[in-house]
């Protein structure tokens, strides 16, 4: 009789649309990107601060601004089930940042240099370099007001694509001024689209009397002209203002660093004020923004804060691999390992295995074969398994050399040499053959 439950072909389980697996094969290509990241923060003094993947809703509403894309249409959000909370899967590390802050009393001390980085959501249509589940990289510098601080943070990200080998990768800024500038602008900007109202597609008329400013951000094609002819902010800025956004520009002169003013340049979240910027590349398609941010002084108060200035920027670390792909930069495959054991089973795997554990021990990366189908392989078939793993040196522990108390020692790169060592200075010996490959 045949039994129901094999008759039945289980149906495989795939991951969710839009939330990828970092494979193996691309592990090595992450771990650079994150190795430069950390010497980059290290280089200028930042400190790290992780926060929590679920905060409550509120953090964004009141962070993000509510009448934003990220807010109204791409927040993952749900009701905790026993207490009834909000929550929502982080869309964006800048808000939750300055929750933890405030919350822990990070400012009482002084000003804080701070970065973060970690998988945020949102619920988009998945595309190149634009997922459901993405990687963020984030700096914020909060208590400081002047310039320098925002020149600092731009220098930062120049800083970041000289060291990946970026190329192409350009930078636009911008000044959204304080608050009554913003809102004389605005007052100007409703009066210019209510005047051509027919003009604006669904979405910027559903924004006009809400957040005009946004309006200016639209990609459709069948408004930039409409756009291109808006009121501009910059026309609105005071005198403090300008003077802030001028210092910017002198001292990002002053480093050599090109930039281009960009007037529609708004940024898509609410908390921005003055100096906003975006690295912008050609290379990517559609998705042309790898990185930005800004000024967002009213956001700690906002939260429940005290009052006090700050700036960041935030990349998106899929697209930033992406670009890194397309400009060449990126690290060849690494070897799993420097060291590679063969054994023939019985009394050579466990010396075998002792072997690998003082090769471990003394900092040397080290794989022992070991049988998939538990089936002792022939030292043949052994050794392609060594030389796929790009290990430079294997070690060969057989019946031979156990009663001579030795191993063969087999340099798999460069001469293809094998010679004999005592099995008490493998190690030594091992170590010994790195050292002289690298003088």
């Given at each position: 009789?045949?039994?129901?439950?094999?008759?039945?072909?289980?149906?495989?389980?795939?991951?969710?649309?839009?939330?990828?697996?970092?494979?193996?094969?691309?592990?090595?290509?992450?771990?650079?990107?994150?190795?430069?990241?950390?010497?980059?923060?290290?280089?200028?003094?930042?400190?790290?601060?992780?926060?929590?993947?679920?905060?409550?809703?509120?953090?964004?509403?009141?962070?993000?601004?509510?009448?934003?894309?990220?807010?109204?249409?791409?927040?993952?959000?749900?009701e905790?089930?026993?207490?009834?909370?909000?929550?929502?899967?982080?869309?964006?590390?800048?808000?939750?940042?300055?929750?933890?802050?405030?919350?822990?009393?990070?400012?009482?001390?002084?000003?804080?240099?701070?970065?973060?980085?970690?998988?945020?959501?949102?619920?988009?249509?998945?595309?190149?370099?634009?997922?459901?589940?993405?990687?963020?990289?984030?700096?914020?510098?909060?208590?400081?007001?002047?310039?320098?601080?925002?020149a600092?943070?731009?220098?930062?990200?120049?800083?970041?694509?000289?060291?990946?080998?970026?190329?192409?990768?350009?930078?636009?800024?911008?000044?959204?001024?304080?608050?009554?500038?913003?809102?004389?602008?605005?007052?100007?900007?409703?009066?210019?689209?209510?005047?051509?109202?027919?003009?604006?597609?669904?979405?910027?008329?559903?924004r006009?009397?809400?957040?005009?400013?946004?309006?200016?951000?639209?990609?459709?094609?069948?408004?930039?002209?409409?756009?291109?002819?808006?009121?501009?902010?910059?026309?609105f800025?005071?005198?403090?203002?300008?003077?802030?956004?001028?210092?910017?520009?002198?001292?990002?002169?002053?480093?050599?660093?090109?930039?281009?003013?960009?007037?529609?340049?708004?940024?898509?979240?609410?908390?921005?004020?003055?100096?906003?910027?975006e690295?912008?590349?050609?290379?990517?398609?559609?998705?042309?923004?790898?990185?930005?941010?800004?000024?967002?002084?009213?956001?700690?108060?906002?939260?429940?804060?005290k009052?006090?200035?700050a700036?960041?920027?935030?990349?998106?670390?899929?697209?930033?691999?992406?670009?890194?792909?397309?400009?060449?930069?990126?690290?060849?495959?690494?070897?799993?390992?420097?060291?590679?054991?063969?054994?023939?089973?019985?009394?050579?795997?466990?010396?075998?295995?002792?072997?690998?554990?003082?090769?471990?021990?003394?900092?040397?990366?080290?794989?022992?074969?070991?049988?998939?189908?538990?089936?002792l392989?022939?030292?043949?078939?052994?050794?392609?398994k060594?030389?796929?793993?790009?290990?430079a040196?294997?070690?060969?522990i057989?019946?031979?050399?156990?009663?001579?108390?030795?191993?063969?020692?087999?340099?798999?790169?460069?001469?293809?040499?094998?010679?004999?060592?005592a099995?008490?200075?493998?190690?030594?010996?091992?170590?010994?053959?790195?050292v002289?490959?690298?003088?």
């Amino acid at each position: 009789m045949t039994d129901p439950t094999k008759a039945q072909k289980i149906q495989k389980i795939n991951g969710v649309r839009g939330m990828n697996d970092l494979l193996p094969a691309d592990a090595a290509q992450w771990a650079h990107l994150e190795h430069v990241l950390r010497d980059l923060t290290r280089a200028y003094g930042y400190e790290y601060l992780r926060t929590p993947i679920v905060e409550a809703t509120a953090v964004f509403q009141r962070g993000i601004g509510e009448v934003t894309d990220i807010v109204e249409k791409e927040m993952y959000s749900f009701e905790d089930r026993l207490n009834g909370e909000q929550l929502t899967l982080r869309p964006e590390g800048t808000a939750a940042l300055v929750r933890s802050v405030i919350e822990n009393n990070l400012l009482y001390e002084g000003p804080k240099r701070l970065w973060y980085t970690g998988p945020m959501f949102r619920h988009e249509r998945p595309q190149r370099g634009r997922y459901r589940q993405f990687h963020q990289f984030g700096i914020e510098a909060l208590g400081f007001a002047g310039p320098d601080i925002d020149a600092e943070i731009i220098l930062m990200g120049q800083r970041l694509w000289d060291d990946l080998g970026l190329k192409g990768v350009r930078l636009e800024i911008n000044s959204l001024g304080q608050a009554k500038e913003r809102a004389e602008h605005r007052t100007a900007l409703v009066a210019y689209f209510e005047k051509h109202k027919a003009q604006l597609d669904e979405d910027s008329q559903r924004r006009l009397f809400t957040n005009p400013l946004r309006i200016l951000d639209s990609k459709n094609p069948a408004m930039q002209d409409l756009i291109e002819t808006a009121p501009k902010l910059l026309d609105f800025l005071g005198q403090e203002s300008l003077q802030h956004f001028e210092a910017v520009q002198a001292l990002l002169k002053a480093n050599n660093i090109p930039c281009r003013i960009n007037p529609r340049l708004v940024r898509g979240l609410d908390y921005y004020n003055l100096t906003v910027f975006e690295w912008i590349t050609d290379e990517l398609g559609a998705q042309g923004t790898i990185a930005g941010g800004g000024r967002y002084d009213p956001l700690i108060e906002r939260m429940g804060g005290k009052s006090a200035p700050a700036c960041g920027w935030a990349m998106g670390m899929e697209r930033v691999l992406e670009l890194m792909k397309v400009s060449g930069s990126l690290p060849e495959a690494q070897a799993q390992c420097d060291v590679f054991v063969l054994h023939q089973g019985g009394e050579t795997l466990t010396t075998a295995l002792i072997i690998a554990e003082r090769l471990r021990s003394a900092g040397i990366d080290t794989i022992m074969f070991c049988p998939p189908d538990g089936q002792l392989a022939s030292f043949k078939s052994q050794m392609k398994k060594a030389d796929a793993s790009g290990a430079a040196y294997a070690v060969i522990i057989g019946p031979d050399e156990l009663v001579k108390n030795e191993a063969q020692l087999k340099d798999l790169r460069t001469s293809g040499e094998q010679k004999a060592v005592a099995l008490n200075n493998v190690v030594e010996a091992v170590i010994d053959a790195i050292v002289g490959a690298t003088e």
